[in-house]
């Protein structure tokens, strides 16, 4: 949901909660606990207050991973600088894999939705602009953005699985 929506609220509450200690205290849970410990009631039991008080700020579960998985994707130093530009590319999905591997909340929210933030559209104008100014059609730059994010969150998850 937009965060200019009516649902959600930007503006402090009496009790010192706003949407930005919501998404702050869903991110120390995830890395406290992993992705898979966070339920809006635990959030709002960590916070102190009622599921609904939560939900003044954030619509949805898959509201607050977008917003911490965004929050990581804002670390990434677009554009990475290289020789070339293959190098270029080589780099920001090193940058990114790195990231997941650090945050493995990243990879789990990039695997199972889409992240729509100004973070991500900046990676997207970064890797789409590279793939365009150097000879590849439209299409077929988003289909190889889409291919390398793939790979790269693929070989993230692979590379935190536990060794069997």
Known sequence: MPR????????????????????DAAARLIEERGVGELSMRRLAADLGVSVMGIYTYVATKK???TEVASRHLAALDLPAEAPTWQESLVRTY????????????????????????????????????????????????????IALGR??????????????
């Not at 929506?5 to 503006?11: D, F, G, K, M, N």
């Not at 990243?106 to 590279?130: K, W």
């Not at 790979?151 to 069997?164: F, K």
């Open 63 to 65: 509201e607050v991973l």
């Open 151 to 164: 790979l790269t969150t693929g070989y993230s998850l692979d590379e935190m699985a536990p060794v069997r």
């Open 94 to 145: 090193a940058q990114l894999h790195d990231l997941m591997l650090e945050h493995p909340v990243l990879a789990t929210v990039l695997s199972t939705q889409p992240v729509d933030s100004a973070p991500a559209h900046r990676m997207a104008e970064v890797v789409l602009g590279l793939l365009i100014e150097h000879g590849y059609g439209h299409a077929a730059a988003v289909e190889l953005f």
């Open 4 to 23: 200019d929506s009516p649902i959600t609220r930007r503006r402090p509450s009496p009790l010192g909660l706003s949407r930005d200690g919501v998404i």
